[in-house]
């Protein structure tokens, strides 16, 4: 008897299509996507776990534990099998006793999988783009809470794939209106000051808002799954640390998404007591975002506990505006300077 790889799927033409807008593959490793297999492994108690996606000749792993390939031939892909049932969990107890995989290369030599369970990814369409999948070289099966988290995992990597598109895209986006602040920001004609201080705000607001409410969903889903899968998983301990991971890392976006919404907005806040050393050197990624690569940002900041009661956000739209003032200024008196330094606040 000869292995016979899996069919392809009735819409592959299509299925390839959204794999490859989504432009993952070959991509370097994301710690989000690690964070999925390292739980994916710890909940199932397996040697082996990938995100696998199924490419025309090969399949691909995002993330691996347990193997030192990154890719393995389609023709010997179990994951192949699986996007064929994308409404079900593929689980093969035992390889040997299984006609389709019995003679696979993957089951005959290295890694010698005897246990196979993957759970079915997707594009933001709805084609299945590969699996979340947990392997063992000894025959066993999953229990219900094991199915349930290999579920939950794939539902929360499809999840991560779409915001990493998302801030691909976004970020394009950023740059295109990014250019036209700094080609409004460069007239000098000072009979139009109020309109371009007005054109600057409008654009700038324009690239906030339009970033920070789709991110604030799509973390909020992230921080969800993670919250799930501390309080489910088999061994409490080891996955609640690595779940922290993920939640640290929505964290930080939530608060530039939260930051990104405060400069966006033409109103009044609450007034709240803040460090004033603390909070701008906060405002660190925002800046250097908005003053763009050519301009060297640092902070020179007073140690000191300086308290002050304030609205937060008309404190950072003001540093903004001298941020962006001072680069401006130093464009205009600096034509043959090779580098600059922009030193603020102490």
Excluded at 64 to 93: K, M, N, S, W, Y
Excluded at 163 to 179: D, P, T, V
Excluded at 294 to 319: G, H, M, N, R, Y
Aim: hydrophobic share 45%.
């Amino acid at each position: 008897m000869t292995h016979v790889p899996a069919p392809l799927p009735l819409d592959e033409a299509r299925r390839l299509e959204a794999l490859r807008h989504l432009d993952l593959l070959d991509s370097s490793p994301e710690a989000l996507f690690d964070d999925i297999v390292a739980l994916a492994a710890l909940s199932c108690a397996t040697p082996i776990a990938l995100v696998s996606l199924i490419d025309q000749e090969r399949q691909w792993f995002k993330a691996c534990i347990g193997l030192d390939v990154t890719e393995t031939p389609r023709d010997q892909a179990f994951c192949a099998h699986a996007i064929l049932r994308p409404d079900a969990l593929l689980i093969v107890p035992d390889t040997h006793e299984d006609p389709r995989f019995q003679e696979n290369p993957l089951v005959l030599g290295a890694p010698h999988i005897r246990f196979y369970a993957g759970a079915p990814i997707f594009s933001p369409e709805g084609q299945p783009l590969g699996t979340v999948c947990v392997i063992d070289t000894i025959p066993r099966t999953l229990d219900a809470a094991q199915q349930a988290a290999l579920i939950r995992l794939a539902r929360q990597t499809s999840t991560l794939m779409v915001l990493r598109q998302f801030g691909i895209e976004k970020n394009r986006q950023a740059k295109a209106l990014s250019s036209k602040v700094i080609a409004a920001l460069a007239e000098d004609n000072l009979t139009h000051t109020n309109f371009r201080q007005k054109q600057r705000v409008a654009s700038i607001g324009q690239l906030t808002s339009g970033i920070a409410h789709d991110f604030n969903n799509l973390l909020q889903a992230v921080s969800v799954t993670f919250q799930l899968l501390t309080r489910k998983a088999g061994q409490p301990e080891d996955v609640a640390r690595l779940s922290k991971t993920g939640m640290d890392t929505v964290t930080r976006g939530a608060k530039l998404v939260n930051q990104l919404l405060a400069f966006s907005r033409n109103q009044g806040g609450d007034q709240e007591a803040l460090s004033v050393s603390t909070h701008i050197e906060g405002m660190g990624e925002m800046l250097n975002r908005v003053i763009g690569p050519e301009v060297d940002l640092s902070f020179d900041l007073d140690t000191s506990p300086a308290q002050l009661t304030c609205d937060s956000a008309q404190l950072e739209s003001a540093i903004l505006n001298m941020v962006i003032n001072a680069r401006d200024a130093m464009r205009c008196v600096a034509v043959a300077a090779s580098s600059f330094k922009l030193g603020c606040f102490r």
